[in-house]
């Protein structure tokens, strides 16, 4: 008979597994992923799987790194050409403190461009602060913004780089410099996380576009300027005041080390490498307050101030009671908090003011100029009903006839009137004031005045024959897929009866410019203009009114598509 234990007697009791020795737990924190390594594999995710979505987003990804790589390179090869150049130093240090500028600027306008620019998402993960920002910054980084900054900062050091010392300037120059931009962005994000995760913050976000396009304005002026005063030499000042102001000092160590000036580059290489240090370091107290402190949107109330002014006190006090006050409330009230009604009545103030500014600054100004202004701001009439999207059905329940649709409309032109005729007269007399032509300042706000009460008139009428919903998702999206024809038809068709009814105004003030006798009662203008945009505005509304009554669940229809 054979002694041989059964399995059962063999094997071990059961019960819990063995705590792994402290040794073995050692072993593997030693062992531990870097942070950085994955922040960069998550940041390579991020940008593959957006690749993986819908088509049109995939098309403007590579467009955008299509154009972003040939500006690079045009804008490198342009610098390179700079190479013995005079005053290649003064052009390039000026643009790399421009390039900082536009880095610092940018996690305020596109906070929602980077998902990796909120560090807010990342307070619950057991990260310490240091190792946090080690590996942000590596992944920051990756992307098209960088590889643009690194080829203008290659082609800077090219343009001015000399001899063996410029050339070993430049490489240490071209690394600092990206640092340098990417350190000031991520501080400046981090800083201002719970402004950009807010309401507010996307609305700066939403405003974007016309600071682009103010800069853009600027830029322009300030190269005819330039041009006429003679090129860069005029700018060599500045430029030696911006050689010293980081990250731009790293350029300037790369001239200053061409020409031999090595106590001037080391003492730019010493700036430099303290500002980026000292960027890391606000950036580390920042992220580290973030991750310790609350959120104080979720903690206080409203205090009883702002309830009472909410409940129609403050500075609505003064406005009588009724729907008309309501209406007008309603409409300032959209103008102040819904960002892409913010955003037109902002860019509409911004451009109605540089048009006639600018080209009275540049010698070819006018006082009639003012009349874009009220132009613009007059357009904020059409598509009434689709300012306000969905939320128009609550308005709509209120309107039971052609009385409830006029004090309606009527109600939305005095809150366009109570900012649009205050704008209008200071617009023009500016202009006049630029221009030096006080006698012409009755004409120019006459036929301005005219202008915008058709146009509120005429804006009226679109809002109720071609109303459309305008997309409340994206923040360049005006018009709903399917409803462009009715936008353009409204607006093109608006502006051309505008004109119509402006056309005696305007052959008036022809008459008295032409005529050397009749420019002495140009001033009749001014009455005859507040009369007539007051005429054809009570017109506007007037027809308006029957239309929106008759058709408000079309309206309804229209504006809710979006």
Not at 147 to 157: I, M, N
Not at 202 to 223: E, H, M, P, T, Y
Not at 434 to 453: E, F, K, R, Y
Request: charged fraction near 10%; hydrophobic fraction near 55%.
């Amino acid at each position: 008979m054979s002694t041989t234990a059964s399995p059962s007697a063999s094997a071990p009791a059961p019960g819990p597994a063995p705590a792994p020795t402290t040794t073995a737990a050692a072993g593997r924190a030693a062992t531990a992923v870097d942070p950085t390594a994955v922040f960069v594999r998550l940041k390579l995710s991020l940008i593959r799987n957006g690749l993986k979505g819908s088509s049109k987003r995939k098309a403007a990804y590579v467009t955008s790194l299509v154009f972003s790589l040939a500006v690079a390179v045009l804008v490198t090869l342009g610098l390179a050409m700079l190479h013995g150049h005079a005053r290649a130093g003064t052009a390039v240090v000026l643009l790399a403190a421009i390039l900082a500028l536009g880095w610092s600027f940018m996690p305020l306008f596109f906070p929602t461009g980077d998902e990796t620019l909120d560090p807010s998402r990342l307070v619950m993960l057991p990260l310490r602060p240091r190792p946090l920002v080690r590996a942000l910054l590596a992944s920051s980084l990756i992307g098209i913004g960088p590889l643009f900054t690194l080829c203008v900062a290659v082609g800077s050091v090219v343009a001015v780089a000399r001899g063996w010392a410029g050339i070993v300037a430049g490489v240490v120059a071209v690394p600092l410099l990206v640092l340098g931009c990417v350190a000031l962005a991520r501080t400046v994000a981090t800083a201002n996380v719970r402004l950009l995760s807010s309401r507010k913050g996307r609305d700066i976000a939403v405003l974007s576009g016309l600071v682009i396009a103010v800069g853009a304005q600027l830029a322009n002026f300030a190269s005819q300027r330039l041009m006429e005063a003679g090129g860069l030499a005029q700018l060599e000042p500045a430029a030696a005041v911006v050689q010293w102001l980081p990250p731009a000092t790293a350029i300037g160590m790369v001239d200053s080390a061409s020409q031999g000036a090595y106590g001037t580059a080391t003492a730019q290489l010493a700036l430099t490498v303290l500002a980026v240090a000292l960027l890391m370091w606000l950036w580390e107290r920042s992220l580290t307050q973030l991750m310790v402190t609350p959120d104080g949107s979720t903690l206080a109330a409203a205090s009883s101030k702002e309830k009472r002014q909410s409940a129609g006190g403050g500075i609505w006090s003064w406005l009588p009671e009724g729907r008309t006050s309501a209406t007008v409330q309603r409409t300032l009230r959209y103008a102040v908090r819904e960002p892409k009604t913010k955003m037109s009545w902002v860019s509409a103030l911004a451009v109605g003011l540089i048009i006639p500014v600018f080209n009275a600054l540049q010698g070819t100004g006018s006082v009639y100029l003012a009349c874009f202004g009220a132009g613009m701001l007059g357009a904020q009439m059409y598509n009434q009903f689709g300012q306000d999207t969905s939320a128009f059905w609550m308005v709509a329940q209120t309107i039971g006839g052609t009385r409830d649709a006029l004090v309606e409309l009527r109600g939305r032109a005095y809150a366009l009137a109570l900012v649009t005729v205050p704008y209008t007269v200071l617009v023009t007399v500016l202009t006049a004031a630029l221009v030096d032509n006080w006698q012409g300042l009755p004409a120019g706000l006459g036929m301005a005045l005219s202008l915008l009460g058709a146009m509120l008139g005429t804006g009226a009428l679109a809002s109720a024959h071609y109303p459309y919903s305008i997309p409340t998702d994206g923040a360049f999206k005006n018009v709903a897929p399917g409803q462009a024809g009715l936008a353009w038809t409204g607006i093109a068709g608006g502006l051309l009866s505008s004109a119509v009814i402006c056309s005696p105004m305007i052959a008036l003030a022809i008459w008295f410019k032409v005529d050397d006798g009749m420019q002495s009662l140009s001033w009749i203008l001014l009455p005859l203009g507040v009369v007539w945009g007051a005429v054809a505005a009570w017109a506007g509304v007037r027809l308006a009114a029957p239309v929106v009554a008759r058709k408000l669940p079309e309206i309804l229809q229209a504006v809710s598509k979006g």
